[in-house]
């Protein structure tokens, strides 16, 4: 008799404790508005291994409290109302657009946004909900030098 098959068997991603993590920055192609950790990029090469290319929207809160969402490449339709801030690079990745509604990218003109992975339930749609991990924005703002360089009408 053949019927429901059990679903594979997820093995939940481990985070190390906050006290051993680095939230250093992974370097990425001068100048950026985005970057990511390693345990970002760890999470992506896992979710690119699994989903294929990927990309981010970073939500403008309500629903989503303003948490990146991943998507696979393409799902998420973007459009005039949105700002491709750049692309995360790290080694086994392709570069993963990050984008942003034109609204909050000028509310955050002057910020530059790291995304990390950290435990907890990722955002209903975004694809790493069932790993155990989510995506998390950590903001900044940008250094004189990184605002020149990334927003060159602003700096005379």
């Known amino acids: 008799?053949?019927?429901?098959?059990?679903?594979e068997a997820v093995t939940p991603?481990?985070?190390?404790?906050?006290?051993?993590?680095?939230?250093?920055?992974?370097?990425?192609?001068?100048?950026?508005?985005?970057?990511?950790?390693?345990?970002?990029?760890e999470l992506l090469r896992r979710l690119v291994d699994r989903h294929g290319p990927v990309m981010f929207h970073q939500s403008g809160g309500c629903c989503d409290g303003s948490s990146p969402m991943c998507y696979p490449?393409?799902?998420?339709?973007?459009g005039d109302a949105d700002v491709l801030l750049g692309?995360?690079?790290?080694?086994?990745?392709p570069g993963i657009p990050v984008w942003i509604s034109r609204a909050q990218h000028a509310a955050w003109a002057h910020t530059?946004?790291?995304i990390d992975a950290v435990p907890g339930r990722g955002g209903g749609f975004s694809l790493e909900s069932p790993e155990g991990l989510r995506f998390l924005?950590?903001?900044?703002?940008?250094t004189d030098e990184e605002r020149a360089a990334a927003l060159p009408e602003d700096s005379a």
């Not at 008799?1 to 679903?7: E, F, K, L, R």
């Open 1 to 7: 008799m053949s019927g429901p098959q059990p679903a």
């Open 13 to 41: 991603a481990v985070c190390p404790p906050p006290q051993e993590r680095s939230y250093a920055e992974i370097p990425q192609p001068s100048p950026s508005r985005v970057g990511l950790t390693e345990a970002a990029a």
């Open 73 to 78: 490449e393409g799902e998420f339709l973007t």
């Open 87 to 93: 692309r995360l690079v790290a080694p086994g990745l």
């Open 112 to 114: 530059h946004l790291t």
């Open 137 to 142: 924005t950590r903001s900044r703002l940008l």
